[in-house]
């Protein structure tokens, strides 16, 4: 059923706030406003109790499939279990209440916080130091290009604007570099799915800013030969970006900075199992080689040791060098509480178990189902692998219709039509939580779809059939959009 | 796939009809409009604005991608087709008639002859099907 | 087995025969040898659940949380608003915030009605025609409107008033670093942006004016007259403005603005060091194609069943690449979500309300202070729920004697602003108890 608008409920007149009355001598607004700036019509916000606004958002959430709902297989995602204690420990009054301006002494276990989760986060993925100041993964690659920037026009070497970025990558990458008002160049990928060291070669030179690079790439593939690609970039004078949002294979196994990156940004919403709240809050941290921390977003969190006080946290606003800032106060802090409880618990163990059973998950799988689907690049995958639909070449099933028929099997689709240079790609990231039979029905169930495909394709271009609505008119919703609410009057 | 024989055509499939006064109008072809599916948004130029050949002048957006046009002749537009503001489903509908996008005075009224005609813009276009 | 991985040790085993491995490291035979670790990472021995709660309750209690455990008269861009109980409880039920952005429209009708419903109110407060889904935070969302004020206006100049929270303006700064683009400073030597310097800098380079209403200080702006000026020129007029203030004042819409951006902190969301707090960004429907970020659309599913997508996504990141209009993916979806039930919460007339609360304190607290022997007024004007005032002692000296006593008092404005240093900056909201302001005027007035 089609759930009212919140504002299609309660009735004028009605609040659910119960706020307090006045304790201080009112003057009517109308005396302390200027003239020209008062409201004159009061903004429409809904008028309802709140039982009718629990009752809204408890049945509007039930709409919702989530990873508290069952299997979220969406690649280049890692939408891995959230735990709970987690949650717990970032609603601590201690942590929720904590204003940005307050005195650092009082902001000791924050400041501690954020300066052992930026060590951990070196380690993890070997960069000497951290910003966590961008509040998602394109934030920081914006903030990892800006660096490479500054870094370059220090050098004098305003020429170069070129970004490389292969044509496997995500768009947040030339998006970015656009951003930068870099030109993005894109580099082939080889015939294995990694970069083409012959059109890598080729294009890298005096003009090249920087390579930006996914490794392990979306096509869930670790290029053997990263070595050799960051070599290139830098011989010919630019540096290399590592858009981490595939950590979650490498863990404890190999790390960018030893691949070669001068810069990183990592996913802690992906990565180190945050929730993806609906698509946010996330926090995307960057990380630098020494050479390059000057130009980090200030301010970084230090520490002083004094032998009478032990150790003082405080922020170091100093940093001529640096980029500046890119959000206000200090990040996404509150997600920062989350990632830090997840390595505490887990442990070097438990991160370097946690991905490789992302990677034995994701081959497991991928052999599952290689009898049904076509997989173009048929070799051990990392945590994710790629899959070109059904190899019946039954054409009229697309995978956009693959992907609703699963809602009905009770599973959230992988991601489909990325990357780009996969026909009909269907991506699929298992992640590490998931059971053993989870993914064995996960298997059964695409495996069921393409018999679908064959003998009954309407049951599978029809789909979904059991969610709340059908397939939705895209369509019309681009050519006349309707964005807002508005009371007929 | 509909060829009307009276235009010329470019290989970005671009249609471009030559009116009485010189002047032409451009538009998509059904090709076009049929690979880009349904079009949802037309970014058209400004009147005045100058473009040489081969220069994006328009953007289509269909929900899932974006292409631009690229001028088949250079020259100034004089005239955009401001019903597609409000109804972008006129170029999938009638990409030759209702659907057109501008109308540009050329700065060579002979460029257009280096376009495709008909028959070789079909035959091209059978080309890339194969 | 840690890490939240289910599989047993038969598990394991049959999973790795079944894709032809020994072991787990067969799986990693593309990593080249010499790259892969050779030993466990550095980090802290792994903790139980029992230890790690243990363990962040006692770094929660390295803090002392301004919003518990003392008087805070702090604001400049986050605040100390109530949240209610209804806010963080919805919030946490786990069906949203373990979704991922509502690609499949079919079964995130949740999220996605949300946050029609949460544009729907930007829109309402703003006085605009569209909003999108969020921005990171009020800096960013301010930002990229200046940006995108450029691009659609084809200029390269900003003028931004120097009354705009300076951190906002150290982001914008960086965020045009790459671009041919400059910024250039409007000054507010009387705690609000100088119209005669804003009209002679108005060239025809300008592509955006950008404004805080009410501004950095507080004080409220003369928005209309601003927009006038704005308007006259061929740049577009960002206003960024406090959503809790237009529960009393004029909706930037409807003084000319054509971007209006904000931080949604304050409704529904705590403080939290900063972050996350949601960026709002809403403009007249002519930009509606030119605005960064995800928006939800209204449309029908195919039995003609109302139903809500994504929509306008040629202009994103996954579709138009290097030509879109800005990079950002995630947002601050949960975070909306919490801000669009407080603002069901209060409603019409609750919102009103808490704006009037607001005033009424921040307007008392002021009187108050400057009533006392050795507090100065800094600027004149109506401000909202911040003030700037004067004591004749350093900022610094006067908030650690108010820390001794229970209170954090205003942020030192030399901080920022070397030629206001002396001043501080007040934040006054409805969870200051007259008590508590009473408490504050005393202890100002024997801190000489």
Request: charged share 20%; proline share 6%; with cysteine.
């Amino acid at each position: 059923m089609t759930k009212p608008l919140i504002f299609e409920l309660g009735s004028p007149g009605r609040t659910a706030a119960g706020l307090p009355e006045p304790d201080v001598p009112v003057t009517k607004p109308e005396e302390l406003l200027p003239f020209g700036m008062r409201r004159e019509r009061q903004a429409e916000l809904p008028e309802v109790s709140e039982v009718d606004l629990v009752r809204h958002y408890t049945r509007l959430s039930s709409l919702n499939y989530g990873v508290d709902t069952g299997f979220y297989p969406l690649g280049s995602c890692t939408m891995k279990y959230n735990p709970k204690v987690n949650e717990a420990a970032a609603s601590l009054p201690g942590f929720t209440g904590l204003h940005p301006y307050q005195p650092e002494e009082l902001s000791q276990g924050a400041l501690k916080l954020m300066y052992r989760l930026e060590r951990y986060l070196g380690e993890i993925a070997g960069m000497d130091r951290f910003t966590l100041q961008p509040a998602a993964g394109a934030h920081g690659e914006l903030t990892g290009l800006l660096i490479i920037r500054a870094y370059h026009v220090q050098n004098g070497e305003t020429q170069r604007n070129k970004v490389l970025v292969p044509d496997s990558a995500h768009g947040t990458n030339p998006a970015t570099a656009a951003m930068c008002g870099y030109e993005t160049v894109q580099v082939k990928s080889n015939s294995r799915g990694g970069v083409d060291l012959d059109d890598l070669w080729r294009l890298a030179g005096a003009d090249t800013a920087a390579i930006m690079l996914t490794n392990p790439n979306t096509l869930g593939i670790f290029d053997e030969n990263i070595k050799q690609i960051t070599d290139i970039v830098h011989e010919a004078g630019g540096l290399a970006y590592c858009d981490g949002a595939n950590t979650n294979a490498i863990m404890g196994k190999v790390r960018p900075g030893d691949m070669g990156f001068d810069v990183v940004h990592l996913n802690l919403h992906k990565t180190f199992a945050t929730p993806h709240g609906g698509g946010g809050p996330g926090s995307g941290p960057v990380g630098v080689k020494d050479f390059l921390t000057p130009f980090l977003p200030r301010p970084l969190v230090e520490c002083r040791v004094d032998e009478e006080a032990g150790k003082t946290y405080y922020l170091d606003h100093r940093g001529g060098q640096s980029i500046g800032r890119v959000k206000a106060f200090y990040g996404n802090f509150g997600v920062m509480v989350k990632a830090y409880a997840y390595i505490r618990m887990l442990g070097a163990a438990g991160l370097t178990e946690a991905s490789e059973h992302a990677v034995l998950n994701a081959n497991y799988l991928k052999e599952k189902l290689r009898e049904t689907y076509v997989l173009p690049y048929d070799r051990t995958c990392m945590h994710e692998f790629v899959l070109s639909p059904l190899k019946s070449g039954e054409r009229k099933v697309r995978t956009l219709d693959l992907a609703k028929r699963l809602m009905d099997y009770g599973y959230h689709p992988p991601t489909i039509y990325f990357p780009l240079i996969v026909e009909e790609a269907l991506m699929i990231e298992p992640t590490e939580t998931e059971s053993k039979e989870t993914l064995d029905g996960f298997a059964a169930a695409l495996r069921q779809i393409a018999r679908e495909a064959l003998e009954q394709p309407e049951t599978v271009t029809g789909a979904p059939h059991r969610t709340p609505v059908k397939r939705l008119d895209e369509v019309t919703a681009a050519r006349k959009p309707v964005l807002r609410y508005q009371r007929q009057s | 796939m509909q060829v009307p024989d009276d235009l010329k055509y470019s290989k970005e499939h671009e249609w471009v009809r030559t009116k009485a006064d010189g002047a032409v109008t451009v538009g998509i072809t059904d090709y076009a409009q049929d690979a880009m599916g349904d079009i949802v948004f037309v970014e058209l130029p400004r009147i005045g604005d100058s473009f040489a050949a081969g220069e994006p002048f328009c953007t289509l957006e269909s929900v899932k991608a974006v292409s631009e046009c690229y001028m088949p002749a250079g020259g100034k537009i004089t005239a955009v087709n401001e019903s597609l503001l409000d109804s972008p489903e006129l170029v999938n509908q009638d990409p030759y008639g209702a659907g057109w996008l501008v109308e540009v005075e050329l700065d060579d009224a002979a460029e257009p002859a280096a376009l495709m005609i008909a028959a070789e813009y079909a035959q091209y276009l059978a080309s890339l099907t194969e | 087995m840690a890490g939240f991985v289910p599989h047993t040790d038969a598990d394991r085993a049959a999973m790795l025969k079944a894709v032809g491995a020994d072991r787990m490291d067969d799986l990693f035979r593309d990593v080249p040898g010499d790259m892969l670790l050779q030993q466990p990472l550095d980090l802290p021995a792994p903790l139980s659940e029992m230890e790690l709660a243990t363990h962040m309750r006692l770094l929660a209690a390295q803090n002392k949380p301004a919003a518990e455990e003392y008087s805070c008269f702090l604001g400049a861009g986050t605040y100390d608003h109530y949240v209610p109980s209804v806010v963080q409880h919805l919030v946490q039920r786990s069906e949203f915030y373990t979704a991922y952005t509502p690609y499949q429209p079919e079964i995130s009708q949740g999220t996605l009605q949300a946050v029609f419903e949460f544009q729907s109110m930007i829109c309402e407060l703003t006085g605009m025609e569209a909003a999108n889904a969020s921005m990171y935070d009020g800096a960013t969302a301010t930002a990229e409107g200046a940006v995108m004020a450029c691009r659609v206006t084809g200029k390269n100049k900003i003028l931004v008033s120097a009354a705009l929270h300076p951190e906002y303006r150290q982001v914008l700064n960086t965020y045009t670093a790459g671009l041919s683009v400059t910024v250039e400073e409007i000054p507010a030597p009387q705690g609000r942006t100088a119209l005669e310097t804003l009209e002679r800098n108005l060239g025809p380079d300008v592509g955006c004016v950008v404004v805080q209403n009410p501004n950095f200080f507080g004080i409220i702006e003369d928005g209309p007259i601003l927009g006038e000026v704005v308007n006259q020129s061929k740049a577009l007029f960002l206003v960024c403005a406090d959503p809790v203030s237009l529960g009393l004042l004029k909706p930037p819409g409807e003084y000319g603005a054509d971007i209006v951006t904000g931080d949604a902190q304050a409704m529904g969301n705590s403080m939290f060091y900063g972050g996350p707090h949601v960026g709002f960004f809403a403009v007249t429907g002519r930009y509606v194609r030119k605005m960064p970020g995800r928006v939800v659309g209204r449309t029908t599913d195919g039995e003609g069943k109302r139903g809500f997508v994504l929509t306008l996504q040629a202009r994103e990141q996954h579709i138009r690449r290097e030509k879109a209009t800005s990079n950002i993916c995630s947002n601050q979806a949960l975070c909306a979500l919490a801000a669009t039930i407080h603002l069901s919460y209060l409603g019409k007339n609750g919102l009103k309300k808490l704006a009037e609360l607001c005033l009424a304190k921040a307007r008392y607290a002021y009187q108050q202070l400057v009533r006392l022997d050795g507090v100065e007024p800094v600027f004149e004007g109506s401000f909202f729920k911040e003030f700037v005032i004067k004591p004749r002692l350093s900022p610094a000296k006067v908030n650690s004697y108010l820390l001794e006593h229970g209170i954090i008092g205003g942020l030192d404005l030399g901080r920022f602003y070397p030629e206001l240093s002396g001043g501080m900056l007040f934040c006054v909201t409805e969870t200051r108890s007259r008590q508590e302001i009473d408490c504050l005027v005393g202890r100002m007035g024997v801190c000489k």
